[in-house]
């Protein structure tokens, strides 16, 4: 199974970017399909990006879209979340995902084969 690791949170004012990064071991990243949910304080944890396993196809929630820019690295075995003109409602905590399914179904956040521990955005109004 692979173990992955996010880093890259951190506090950010309002209209800031940070770049999240999800590296893993155990296994190479290139057989997974790769994904981004987030979960803030009190609410369910929702989807936010996913990636295929080659790069060739992306997908986004309606409130990250053209903010947020999925994007993964095989050889590094790292997928990345650049983050820009962040809001207040973006705080929460991200995770990274692993899944032999699709970067389409893997929104579903249900056939997730690894989950990150978590990495912390908090952006000030």
């Known amino acids: 199974q692979v173990q992955l690791v996010e880093s890259g949170g951190g506090l950010v004012q309002a209209g800031g970017s940070l770049r999240l990064s999800c590296a893993a071991s155990g296994r190479t990243l290139s057989s997974y399909a790769m994904g981004w949910f987030r979960q803030a304080p009190g609410k369910e944890r929702e989807f936010v990006a996913s990636?295929?396993?080659?790069?060739?196809?992306?997908y986004y929630a309606d409130s990250v879209k053209g903010r947020f820019t999925i994007s993964r690295d095989n050889a590094k075995n790292t997928v990345y979340l650049q983050t820009n003109s962040l809001k207040p409602e973006d705080t929460a905590a991200y995770y990274c995902?692993?899944?032999?399914?699709?970067?389409?179904?893997?929104?579903?956040?249900?056939?997730?084969?690894?989950w990150g521990q978590g990495t912390q955005v908090t952006v000030s109004s």
């Open positions: 995902a692993a899944s032999h399914d699709t970067a389409w179904d893997i929104r579903r956040g249900t056939q997730i084969d690894s």
């Open positions: 990636i295929s396993w080659r790069g060739g196809s992306t």
